[in-house]
């Protein structure tokens, strides 16, 4: 039942958005189905779990309007059109396009992964509906029993299918092309900033001097020359317990539902593994980072050594990203929630600074935040 393309109208009397949202059900099939708002994510995306026949029958509802955000980066914008159009054509972020998740989405089900099917979508208004995976997120299921190591080691055997298959420079999504994208050094550099942008507001013991900011660029400088001299693989970005489905009647890696791909770039696949294992929002056991290490190394070959070292280079810039998100959450948007993940972010980010691949930053570090080093 793909009904694609339901077009907004552009008048003085243009249809509200809640209007626009019923037509889009309509029109598949859906429009009498009970709605039930899902909690909010951090982006400008709604879903909503749609039902009939009793329960029998459920989809997800994605609503992701496209004002809501900046554009994402075209494929030819040079650096100073990047930085003139702002964060997420910076960052080589989606904005929450619905081309982008139709398009990956057919990618990792292509190459045998359980993302969702597509029954509908419409890009121009930034809707879609979805296969509902239902409520077994990872980081739940866990906590209620379920074998933590066994689930993150079939987290990191998903990743090794990602991360070994090449990517075309776009995939199709209805009748347009979405582009594949590199995580370049801008992209590195910016989310790096957000540390020293916004922790000095946040924590008054970080102190960033006019030279510690030089050294601070060197330092950071190099971790980035070090990330672009790692090989490249298609990476989620958002790949963590909270954004992962478990779907034990599956089989294979087909049992980890995939939800949150739509900012998939040409990166690093240790990022997608800084993201899995050094995650702010819980702790991840020893025993379960060893055994998806383990699986993604037995899957992948390659140096222990060497992906220890490229997770610490790769887990350092992510740590400093993520701990300057929290600090602007909290400070510029009063959302004081991000205090409680902080204390594990900035430990992670302390034990990633310990590998000897970060002792420039490290040395910055004992200069603008030692506190921070002790975490570690």
């Not at 099939?29 to 899902?38: I, K, S, V, Y």
């Not at 050094?185 to 900011?213: C, H, T």
């Not at 909290?330 to 600074?353: E, M």
């Amino acid at each position: 039942m793909v009904k694609i393309g339901m077009l907004a109208l552009q008048t003085s009397n243009s249809p509200s958005r809640e209007e626009l949202r019923l037509s889009f059900l309509q029109a598949n099939g859906w429009g009498d189905a009970e709605r039930t708002p899902l909690a909010a994510d951090a982006s400008t995306r709604r879903y909503e779990r749609l039902s009939r026949n009793a329960g029998s029958q459920t989809l997800m509802f994605m609503d992701a309007p496209i004002q809501a955000e900046g554009a994402p980066c075209p494929v030819d914008a040079d650096e100073a059109k990047r930085n003139e159009m702002g964060w997420n054509a910076q960052s080589r972020l989606a904005a929450s396009r619905v081309e982008a998740f139709v398009a990956i989405a057919k990618h990792l089900t292509n190459i045998g992964l359980s993302a969702p099917k597509i029954l509908a979508f419409d890009l121009e208004n930034g809707f879609a509906l979805l296969e509902d995976f239902g409520d077994a997120i990872f980081a739940r299921v866990i906590e209620q029993g379920e074998d933590e190591p066994r689930l993150y080691a079939a987290a990191a055997k998903a990743l090794a299918i990602v991360h070994q298959i090449p990517v075309p420079p776009s995939l199709p999504a209805g009748n347009t092309q979405w582009p594949i994208l590199e995580f370049d050094r801008l992209a590195l550099s910016i989310n790096a900033d957000l540390f020293v942008d916004w922790m000095p507001a946040y924590d008054d013991k970080v102190q960033v001097s006019d030279e510690g900011r030089n050294n601070w660029e060197k330092a950071k400088q190099g971790l980035i020359d070090q990330a672009l001299s790692f090989p490249r693989a298609l990476i989620m970005r958002d790949y963590h317990a909270e954004n992962l489905i478990w779907l034990p009647e599956r089989i294979g890696p087909k049992k980890v539902g995939l939800l949150d791909f739509q900012d998939a770039v040409l990166g690093w696949g240790e990022w997608d593994f800084a993201m899995l294992l050094q995650d702010a929002r819980r702790n991840v056991t020893q025993t379960a980072k060893e055994a998806a290490i383990l699986s993604y190394l037995d899957e992948t070959g390659g140096s222990r050594e060497e992906f220890d070292k490229r997770l610490a280079v790769l887990g350092a810039l992510n740590a400093l990203r993520v701990a300057g998100v929290f600090a602007r959450l909290v400070k510029r948007d009063n959302k004081p929630k991000y205090n409680t993940f902080q204390p594990r972010q900035l430990q992670l980010l302390a034990q990633n600074l310990n590998h000897p691949a970060l002792n420039d930053m490290r040395s910055v570090f004992q200069s603008i935040a030692p506190h921070i080093l002790e975490l570690a």
